[in-house]
């Protein structure tokens, strides 16, 4: 089993930065693609960004366009969210992923196999 440990959330005033850490510890994350979902209250999961193993190609959900970036280092085994110009609508639970690449979209939480718990991102106004 993989298992996956989101750090670096907090409250940050809109406008600001903050930088999401996601430790992976278990079995190999070889061949996966790994990725950022988030919840807020009331609202269903929703897809945040996701890099592909194969290739690095990254893609973003519209609202994280220009505003965050996903990375992942594999020699420290950690996957990245660098957000920027935080806005209220930002706050919500974030949640990293992972799952062997497949047909299925990785911009789909279907994708994934492999979860973290969560890190809490709170914008105020």
């Known amino acids: 089993q993989l298992r996956l440990v989101e750090s670096g959330g907090g409250l940050v005033q809109a406008g600001g930065s903050l930088n999401l850490s996601c430790a992976a510890s278990?079995?190999?994350?070889?061949?996966?693609?790994v990725g950022w979902f988030r919840q807020a209250p009331g609202k269903e999961r929703e897809f945040v960004a996701t890099?592909?193993?194969?290739?690095?190609?990254?893609e973003y959900a519209e609202f994280a366009k220009g505003r965050f970036t996903i990375s992942r280092d594999d020699a420290k085994r950690t996957i990245y969210l660098q957000m920027n110009n935080l806005k209220v609508e930002d706050t919500a639970v974030y949640y990293c992923?992972?799952?062997?690449?497949?047909?299925?979209?990785?911009?789909?939480?279907?994708?994934?196999?492999?979860w973290g718990q969560g890190t809490q991102v709170t914008v105020s106004s």
């Open positions: 992923a992972s799952g062997l690449i497949s047909s299925i979209s990785p911009l789909t939480s279907r994708a994934y196999s492999d």
């Open positions: 278990g079995r190999t994350w070889r061949f996966n693609n």
């Open positions: 890099l592909r193993w194969n290739d690095r190609a990254t």
